[in-house]
Structures are given as C-alpha cells and as structure tokens.
C-alpha cells in the first residue's frame, strides 16, 4: 500500500509517498510507524495527541476515511490502497 | 470606545458631504461592520429596489476591532442590495484600507445617489472631497490606484476602487483594496459602478479610542499567542496558504471539478498549495494588517509575471473546475481578475457552466465568434472569455450576468451552480452535508464564509464531526452563521477562529468598547444579525422555496471516492433548521422572534 504525505509534511520530508507490503491486520497506526522508518524521519508527534487522537486541521486518510470515524490509529488497513497523511492545515 | 464617532454621508446626486454620528449605541445590538451596516441599510433603502439604481446605497463600514492591534484588526465590510441575488449583499476585505478609514477618523462611509458622471472621493482626515475620476475611469486596479496614491500626496494613502468589470456592471465585480485585496464576492463593485464612483482614497494617522490601551494591548497579546501556537494559523496557513486545503478537499473526495459533475480531479498535486513552493512560483508569504498569520501568497511566475495570490479558492475556479491544472494559467488569471475587479469564484463557476452548456450542445460554436472552444481542458478559454465578461464583449456580455441568468437564458439554468443566484464554492455539498446546508439557506447566496462548517466537518476544528452525519449538524450551523455575524462585524478575519473561540472575542469586544457583555449576548448580536439579513431578504421577494441546491447535488450521486454513492440530504435538515432558527415551518420568521430579538 501507499502512504502519502501532505502539506508541510511533505515538504520537511521531501518524498510524497512511501510504499509498504500489503498487511491487512496492520494497523494505520503501525503502518505510520512503519512510514517513519521508511524515510527516516519521526512526524508522529507532528500528526497525533498523546492520546493518538490527530491535532485540529490534521488528519489520516485511509482510502478517504477519516480514522477519526472509524477506530483511530487502531484501525486495520484491509484491503485499502492508500494512507494519507495531514498535519494540521486550513484555510478558506 | 474604539469606535471614531463619525460617518460620512456621499450624496453622488447633488455632491454633498455630511458627517454625521456614528451610531455608536446600536452597536451593543449590531456590533458594528457587517450588522450595523445592514441595520442602517434596512432603514434607508427599500429592499424591494433595483440594486443598480440610484435609489440604492453603498455602504463601508469598520467594526469596533477595525485599526486596533487585535490580531487581523484591519478588515472593513461593503454592504449594499446586491445585484447578483436581489438581495443583501455584503462582502468583507483585509488588507489595510478598513484601518485607514478609522485613522482618516471615520467608521464609515455611506453613498447614495448617482454621479453624472465619474468621480471618486478622497478623504484625508478633515479634508473630504469628491474629485473628477474621467482620468482614472476605464484603467484598470494596479493603474488607478498608483495614479490616485500619487494624486493624493500621501505614500501612504490606500485605495479601494472598482476596475473596468465593476465601471461595466458585471454582476458579480469585486472592489479592489491595495491592488490585491477584494471584496469580493456578491457584485458589491457592480453597485460602486453603477454610482459612477471610482475609488474612495483614504489617509490619516489617528488612533481608535481604546478605554483602557494598556489592558487591551495584554488582553491581545495573549490571544496573538494563542493564533501563532495554532498549527492552523501558526504553521498551515502560514507555510502554504489557503491553498494547503487542494490536497485535502481533493483526497477527503468533495473537490469539485468539471462544473460539478465531478467530485475529485486527477491532477491535483499538480496545482495543489504544496506544488506552488515546490516549483519556486511561491516567493514569499505576507499578511495584512496587523495580521499574525500572513496566508498571502507572493508570486513569481517563471514569464516573469509578479502578483498575489492564487488562493485555494481561485486556484480552484481557474482550475480543476474548468478541467485543468496548470499553475501559470491559473496564477494569470488570478491577476488577470485583480486587475479588472473580477469575483474568482463566480467568474471560474460561470465559465465552467459555459462549458458543460457547450459541450452538451446548448451553445453553439457560432456563438464564440471564432474565440476558443468553450471545453473543459482549454487553458486558452480562460482568460479570453474572462476579458470577454470584463468589458461585455461577445457572448462575454451573457456571462457578466452570472450562471444562473445566464443558463436560464438558453434554457437550461440546471446547469447553474448557484444558490440565490451565487455560484458555489469549491466544496461539492455532496461530500459534506452541513457545509451544503450552509450554501443552501445563506443570506447571500452560496458561499463558504458564513459558516465554515468544513472546520469541524473535514479539518476536525474545534471538533471533527463526521460529514455525511445529519444529526445534530444544523445547531452547529446556527452558532457558527452567529459567531460569524460577530467576527465579521467585529474587524476581524475569520481565519482567527481556527485558534479562537466565541469567548476570546467577546474578550476583545468588551475591552475595545467597555460595553461588558456576555458571551452569550454577542452571539445574541450574531443571532440578530442573521435575522434582520433574512428579514431584508424576505422582503426583498426571496421565497424560503429558494433555500435549495441545484439538483445536480440530489440526483446525481458523487461517483467515486469516499462519497461514492452520495446525494446531499437537504430535505431530511432543512426543517429542522427552520425550528433551530425559531422560524415558521414556512421558512418565514415570526413577528415574535423579530420582537424577541428587538429587531424594529
């Protein structure tokens, strides 16, 4: 599956995305861990609460869902494609 | 009180100037901007009237926060019967102007009447004139505001002035202030023009008087803090600008492109906020007065053009929504529109409509009178038939109406995205149904500014609610369309609501003006304010049946992405926002709620 960065996110990072092997029982939240590995930068405080709950105007996508109404950073991935990830952002 | 105590009166008719009181004990019920405006409008104008006509007044207001130092304390209001709905119009600007009515002493600026011919007006502190505008009439913003600035003797004059779309009565002409800066939205430029009034140049160098400016400046301190710990408005909004929100709306599945018929765009990244920085276009960020988030964009285009913007919004209309996706033609257009004092919004979506009546036959090719191929993909189509609407040249002269009249014209106005007769921003209503709520029952047609429903519906600010959810949507609709009324008529940017909350507010409204309310009376003011919005709009003749959407968003479902299968849920809302409102199930408000409200 992807995972993709956004934002500020990816400009710190300076990749758009990274590739991993396909887990369905993975969690979003391990495949983000697994993300940081991948391109060697840690963003996880940069996205989440100590609650692991996203800060206001971030977000994680999984295939267009927000995690936020599925089961959190718990959430299986399954069968989805792409992870997306938001530090917080706005605007109008 | 922070408030100047005096208005001006502009009579174009006879060329008299009055300067009058402002009406500072209203402001308790109307706050000031936007609310007081419209209270003053109500009582001055028959809504019935023809918005261009003479009997019509142009309205510019600062609220109480307008050249203090509380964050974004710069932002003024224009609010006139609108010609593009026929109903209230008003429409906010940052920038610097709004402050530097207040330091040239006044609050506000009311224009009646009609000028035989063009002229603008020019008010340095106590000198306050109307000047012959024939030199500057035809020039275009950038132009007439240099010349006017250089005219008036002051580096620091600021300029708020009309282009040729607004001197031609393009429905939907913005007013322009420091070249980039627009008011833009609901054909308020197209009033200015119809007045044969250019510009209204202002300077001076007095302070709002503050009660207490040692408390005030500690009070706002701290709220400054507050906006720049904010990873909205302390790094998003900063960093990328409004643009960040490409990417996001794109991939959360409700980033409409080709008229709507679509609810995401492949090419996205290719014009996202991120890409504009990535490709060097973005030279640097600025803000406007007194502003600690700065979102403007500063660009430099690789032919060497230079101007601001695009904005998440623009870069949209120019953009995916037309079916393309390359930044120098969406940047261009961007300063094409600032130069003319073209609304982005609905010139991108009166196009677009253009474009979906073409490709299905509705135009035929003979009508473009050997201009390019109105298709989706054209690039060449954009600034052509954006010049085209400027100066009601060809067909251009039917688009300068807006989509709906447009549309209704051939036939067809089902192929307009509007509500009231405003075109709907870059939100598709399928995708976010209390945002769709929001275009639907809007005092000025569609728009996104009046209750951002989309900071708790997809940004998760202050809260993240699910955004297909109906339950409980429309009481958030209700406080955030009268916390807005309050921002809005404060002299405040309404991107400070992602850090602050109604509370902060009233904070720097009771310490600007020593009225002491409550939280709760201020956003009674908001409640008030969208009431007596309503009420002008009611008696103006829009029927509650046009609280609605164009059925494109109920009957042709999203087809792809996480609202695959999706229509917009109005009908299951609507009454139960009507009962939120305490209005008749008719979607009329009772003579007990205007009373209850102390709405006259």
């Given at each position: 599956m992807t995972i993709k960065f956004f934002a500020t996110l990816k400009l710190k990072l300076g990749v758009a995305s990274v590739e991993l092997d396909a887990e369905p029982q993975l969690s979003v939240g391990d495949a983000i861990r697994r993300a940081e590995q991948s391109t060697g930068r840690s963003f996880w405080s940069e996205i989440f609460d100590q609650d692991g709950k996203t800060f206001p105007g971030g977000m994680v996508l999984l295939d267009g869902a927000n995690i936020a109404h599925l089961d959190g950073v718990d959430t299986r991935v399954g069968d989805a494609e792409t992870i997306s990830v938001f530090p917080p952002a706005g605007g109008g | 009180m922070a408030f100047m105590g005096t208005t001006l009166r502009v009579n174009l008719t006879d060329g008299t100037i009055k300067k009058e009181s402002t009406p500072v004990d209203l402001a308790k019920k109307y706050v000031g901007g936007r609310g007081l405006a419209t209270r003053l409008l109500m009582n001055e104008i028959d809504p019935g009237i023809d918005a261009l006509s003479p009997n019509n007044k142009l309205i510019f207001a600062t609220g109480p926060l307008t050249n203090t130092n509380a964050p974004t304390g710069g932002r003024y209001m224009v609010v006139t019967k609108g010609p593009l709905t026929g109903g209230v119009a008003s429409s906010n600007s940052g920038g610097d102007w709004g402050a530097y009515l207040k330091k040239a002493g006044y609050d506000m600026v009311i224009v009646e009447g009609k000028a035989a011919k063009p002229v603008y007006l020019s008010v340095m502190e106590d000198e306050v004139e109307l000047k012959d505008a024939a030199h500057v009439w035809g020039k275009r913003v950038p132009e007439t505001t240099d010349m006017l600035i250089a005219e008036s003797g002051q580096k620091k004059a600021k300029v708020s002035c009309i282009g040729p779309a607004g001197e031609n009565m393009v429905l939907f002409a913005s007013i322009m202030n420091e070249k980039h800066r627009a008011a833009g939205r609901t054909g308020v430029g197209a009033v200015m023009g119809s007045k044969n009034l250019k510009a209204i140049v202002v300077h001076g160098d007095k302070k709002s008087p503050i009660p207490d400016p040692d408390a005030f400046r500690d009070l706002v301190k701290g709220k400054i803090a507050t906006i720049r710990g904010n990873g909205i408005t302390g790094e998003g909004l900063p960093k990328l600008g409004t643009k960040v929100l490409d990417n996001i709306i794109n991939e959360n599945g409700l980033y409409p492109s080709r008229n709507f018929q679509d609810v995401m765009y492949d090419g996205t990244a290719h014009m996202s906020g991120e890409a504009l920085v990535e490709k060097g276009y973005l030279k640097r960020n600025s803000g406007c007065y007194m502003c600690p988030i700065a979102c403007a964009r500063n660009v430099e285009l690789p032919n060497g053009r230079k101007g601001e913007g695009p904005e998440y919004e623009t870069g949209w209309a120019f953009g995916p929504l037309l079916g393309f996706h390359d930044l120098n033609v969406i940047c261009d257009a961007n300063f094409l529109c600032n130069d003319l004092g073209l609304d982005t919004i609905s010139a991108g979506v009166t196009i677009a409509c253009a474009m979906e009546m073409y490709e299905k036959g509705y135009i035929k090719k003979e009508e473009l009178a050997n201009g390019p191929e109105l298709s989706f993909g054209n690039t060449e189509a954009l600034p052509y038939y954006l010049y085209q609407m400027a100066y009601r040249e060809g067909i251009g002269d039917k688009l300068a109406e807006g989509s709906l009249r447009f549309a209704t014209s051939y036939g067809c106005p089902e192929f307009s995205m509007t509500c009231k007769g405003q075109e709907i921003p870059a939100y598709d209503p399928r995708g976010v149904q209390g945002m769709g709520m929001s275009y639907a029952v809007g005092n000025r047609g569609a728009d996104h500014v009046r209750s951002y429903l989309i900071g708790p519906e997809i940004l998760g600010s202050p809260e993240k609610l699910d955004p297909q959810a109906i339950d409980g949507k429309m009481q958030w609709l209700f406080i955030f369309q009268n916390l807005t009324a309050v921002i809005d008529s404060s002299g405040?940017?309404?991107?400070t609501s992602f850090a602050l909350n109604a509370d902060d507010y009233a904070d720097m409204l009771n310490a600007a003006t020593g009225f002491n309310l409550s939280t709760e009376q201020w956003l009674e003011a908001g409640e008030r304010i969208w009431n007596m919005e309503r009420n002008f709009n009611l008696s103006a003749g829009i029927t509650p049946d046009k609280d609605t959407l164009p059925k494109r968003f109920f009957e042709e479902p999203a087809q792809r992405g996480p609202n695959k299968g999706k229509v917009h849920r109005l009908p299951e809302m609507l009454p139960e926002y009507y009962q939120i409102r305490g209005w008749n199930a008719d979607g009329t408000i009772p003579a007990s709620k205007l009373e209850a409200l102390g709405i006259e």
């Open positions: - | 405040l940017c309404l991107f």
